[in-house]
């Protein structure tokens, strides 16, 4: 017996052929996390493929992912040591740095700032709400005034300008115009971020491609710039804290992240670790809400009728004399579900950021060496016929009983913050900023699609899902509100 168990946890990993040189790179397709998926059906829920020099397990479904993340959460908490990986924030991202005691540190501090800021306590939590209710009313502007005479606003870049303001008045307490030109073509550069860093981009397995001319080099240059002006930019906000700072007065998350890192003796981080932190929690924050909210509002014109019944709520809980605050959300258990439901139908971070493993480990009897890049594919999770009725249909109502209120079980089953050790440390912060940012949207306009242009659901890849173009026209409902005091 012990013999049998043996063999098997020496056996190969399942997988498909790989050819030589490229592994599987071209079997990969548009959307690999679709292929992932398929290859599950044929090799099982985890396996093996080899792109360019590196073997990479891929793990699908929840059990053999939660298996992995949950009861083998150090083994499989590191990160492939790509290359990619050291350009970002300046080599120092606590994001995409391998498991050790520093990233053990520099996590910790991440956290517990976002958390003071965000959550622990009551005046910091206010004013990041106000910082997003005052952020979505310029969004409600700028599409009212894109939209008058007829006309239909992209809201891509609006959504990435009030996400990243977002993250910029939290860590700087500065915000940017929706036409502020440097900080919008800023933005539009960092919008490929995620083509590099996403799992199955290539750069990384394939090294030796930088060697040529080609567009893979070109890729990895083009990252890079953008790497470094993104932290010069952040950079320079910091070095104007640090020389305006008064240990007395906390201004910001800046502030904080200073206070932390220079001026206690135990952080055990150099001071360049601050304009590192304060750039991946832009970095992580602005993307990926920005992203979040394009999908909300595709999904809110596509189905026209439960926009209808959103507002109706809307109207019922909070009234036309002032906006929605965060108080109305156990209220508005119907908007939470329609966000929930987004985020599970479009996964629109099918795969996570790469992990690796920190040592040998056995996983659903296989065995894995110690260093091998692992991909998980969370988009396999919630599209998992066995957990999920109907799982290719948009239906906000699963997530509620007969009383309409949230079934918890339910949201807890959605995978897009990924979980374990490298779980995103962000995501009751972007719950709390998505819930405003659509609450007023929603009770201030209407949104329709273009009828000229044919509303598709297909989408780029990258780190992130994104909706290929759409637009819409913004109708206002009663009467344009000020901030609440
Ligand atoms: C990591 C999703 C918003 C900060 C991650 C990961 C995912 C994710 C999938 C990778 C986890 C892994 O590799 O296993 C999301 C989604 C968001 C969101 C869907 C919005 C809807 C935010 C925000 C912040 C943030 C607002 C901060 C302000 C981070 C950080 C990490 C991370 C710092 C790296 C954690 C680590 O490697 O230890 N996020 N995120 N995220 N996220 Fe988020």
């Known amino acids: 017996c012990l013999w049998v168990r043996n063999l098997r946890l020496k056996r190969r990993l399942p997988g498909p052929f790989a050819w030589p040189v490229v592994g599987n790179a071209m079997q990969l397709g548009q959307m690999p996390h679709i292929t992932f998926a398929k290859l599950a059906k044929k090799y099982g829920n985890v396996y093996q493929i080899r792109l360019g020099c590196s073997d990479v397990v ?3 479904g929840d059990r053999a992912i939660r298996e992995a993340l949950i009861q083998h959460s150090t083994e499989f908490a590191g990160r492939p040591k790509f290359a990619s990986f050291q350009m970002i924030s300046g080599g120092r991202s606590v994001t995409f740095t391998n498991y050790g005691k520093q990233w053990k540190a520099h996590r910790k501090i991440a956290q517990s700032s976002l958390r003071a800021f965000s959550s622990a306590n009551c005046q910091t939590k206010k004013a990041f709400e106000q910082h997003v209710t005052a952020e979505a009313m310029e969004l409600v502007q700028a599409f009212l005034r894109h939209s008058t005479d007829g006309r239909y606003v992209d809201p891509a870049h609006e959504f990435t300008v009030a996400a990243a303001n977002t ?33 199955g981009s290539l750069v990384d397995v394939m090294p030796w491609l930088q060697s040529f001319p080609n567009p893979v080099r070109s890729v990895y240059e083009n990252f890079k710039n953008l790497n470094e002006e993104f932290f010069a930019f ?6 104007q804290h640090r020389e305006s700072y008064n240990p007395n007065v906390t201004r910001d998350m800046s502030d ?14 150099t001071k360049e670790f601050v304009e590192a932190t304060v750039t991946d929690l832009i970095g992580a924050g602005q ?21 209808s019944k959103l507002q109706e709520l809307i109207d019922k809980v909070v009234g036309p004399d002032r906006l929605p605050s965060i108080e109305d959300r156990g209220s508005l258990a119907y908007l939470d579900a329609f966000i929930y439901e987004t985020m599970r139908f479009t996964s629109f ?19 894995i060496p110690k260093d091998t890049v692992v991909f998980i594919n969370q988009w ?28 918890k079980d339910i949201t807890n089953g959605v995978m897009i913050f990924s979980t374990g050790k490298r779980r995103c440390i962000g995501e009751q912060i972007a719950k709390v900023e998505v819930f405003l940012f659509i609450a007023v949207l929603l009770h201030q306009c209407s ?29 206002l409902r009663g009467k344009l509100l000020g901030l609440v005091s």
């Open 380 to 407: 396999s999770v919630n599209h998992d016929p066995l957990k999920w009725k109907d799982p290719h249909i948009f239906d906000p109502a699963r997530f509620l009983d007969e009383t309409g209120a949230l079934i």
């Open 256 to 269: 904080a992240i200073i206070n932390v890192i220079e001026h206690r003796q135990d952080s055990g981080l």
């Open 234 to 239: 952040v950079k320079d906000k910091v070095t």
């Open 167 to 199: 993250m910029c008045a939290l860590c700087f307490g500065k915000r940017y115009g929706h036409d502020d030109l440097e900080f919008r073509t800023l933005l539009k550069k960092l919008d490929k971020f995620g083509e590099t860093v996403g799992a």
């Open 447 to 475: 949104f329709e699609s273009n009828p000229s242009v044919p509303l598709t659901l297909d989408c780029s890849y990258g780190l992130a899902l994104k909706p290929l173009q759409f637009s819409v026209s913004a109708k």
């Open 349 to 367: 971070v099918p795969l996570t950021i790469p992990h690796s493993t920190t040592s040998d480990v056995t996983i659903e009897g296989f065995h």
């Open 287 to 307: 993307d990926t809400v920005s992203t979040t909210m394009q999908w909300i509002l595709l999904l809110l014109v596509k189905y026209p009728e439960m926009q």
């Open 58 to 60: 891929v793990l699908n």
